[in-house]
């Protein structure tokens, strides 16, 4: 499912940074249609997996949409993910497809993914353990 899933990227033009750069400038829509396709078929996946009560494969247990409480820092944490994306031309889903087709500036970004997810976890253990530095790295 991965590698269709990055082939498909890679066809749609979301793993070309000039697509990128046409979409946030407003030039090129194009990227834009791609992403909204994707929302509309998610949400009819979603629709779908509520409707006929489907189970997950591994557990058996129907599949549950939770909605999650707001966060403090949510804006802020939208806010930088837009700018790196903006500024690396490249998101999350992209990044693997941009790795596979050699694009060296794609790994510089895939860094700084997991470098922001390891930095993330370990604040987020931080303030779990009421700002205590002992506990912050225990698993």
């Known amino acids: 499912m991965g590698i269709l ?8 033009g979301a ?20 992403i909204g396709t994707a929302v509309v078929i998610a949400m009819i996946g979603v629709y779908l997996l509520k409707r006929f009560h489907v189970s997950a494969i591994a557990t058996g247990t129907e599949v ?6 707001y966060q ?20 999350p889903g ?9 694009k060296v ?6 860094i700084g993914l997991l470098l922001g997810t390891l930095a993330y976890g370990i604040l987020q253990s931080f303030i779990a353990n009421n700002g205590s530095y002992k506990d ?3 698993p």
Not at 21 to 33: H, I, N, P, R, S
Not at 72 to 91: D, E, K, N, R, S
Not at 105 to 110: I, T, Y
Request: with cysteine; aromatic share 16%.
């Open 5 to 12: 899933f990055g082939f498909l990227m890679s066809r749609a």
């Open 15 to 34: 793993t070309t940074y000039d697509y990128h750069v046409k979409m946030f400038l407003f030039e090129d829509m194009q990227l834009m249609k791609v």
């Open 64 to 69: 549950d949409f939770v909605k999650k409480p």
């Open 72 to 91: 403090q820092g949510l804006i802020a944490g939208a806010f930088l993910f837009g700018v790196g994306w903006a500024m690396t031309a490249a998101c």
């Open 94 to 102: 992209t990044i693997p497809a941009m790795v596979a087709e050699g």
């Open 105 to 110: 500036g794609a790994v510089f970004s895939l």
């Open 136 to 138: 912050a790295f225990k």
